[in-house]
């Protein structure tokens, strides 16, 4: 379901980031829903093609639940990392939140620079973690 598959991109985005980071994360998966340059589903903005990183390589047809099972250690329930990833997620899904990093829609690791960074319109809102989230 929507939890589920947001749950993921989140852990598999953000799992070893501060509780502040995770919920950055699941605010731009939000940010994005609300928005018409993306999909106006969760799995839609999650899983479209070269979005979220963690879903590089996935085939989207066939291999989601699969991948959510493997690759985003669902299983992992006992652990405070995974008890934040579910919570942000849950938050997310049912509107308990919108922005957490004022709207928020893209953020990127602090080891590169993507080229959209560059753009006039971009503005850098915060660094939390290992991520720096901005506005486009």
């Not at 018409?36 to 589903?41: C, E, L, M, Q, S």
């Not at 990093?101 to 993507?114: D, L, M, R, S, V």
Request: charged share 25%; with cysteine; proline share 4%.
């Amino acid at each position: 379901g929507d939890i589920e598959l947001v749950r993921a991109t989140i852990i598999l985005e953000a799992g070893g980031e501060p509780f502040l980071g995770k919920l950055a994360v699941a605010s731009v998966i939000r940010e994005r829903l609300t928005d018409k340059r993306w999909p106006d589903t969760w799995a839609g903005v999650c899983l479209q093609d070269q979005q979220f990183s963690c879903w590089n390589g996935v085939d989207r047809e066939k291999d989601i639940p699969e991948a959510i099972m493997d690759k985003a250690i669902v299983t992992r329930w006992e652990a405070i990392w995974w008890k934040e990833c579910q919570l942000a997620a849950f938050g997310c899904v049912n509107h308990y939140f919108r922005h957490v990093i004022n709207a928020a829609n893209h953020y990127h690791a602090e080891t590169c620079k993507p080229y959209w960074t560059e753009a006039p319109e971009a503005k850098c809102l915060a660094h939390i973690g290992k991520h720096l989230f901005w506005r486009l």
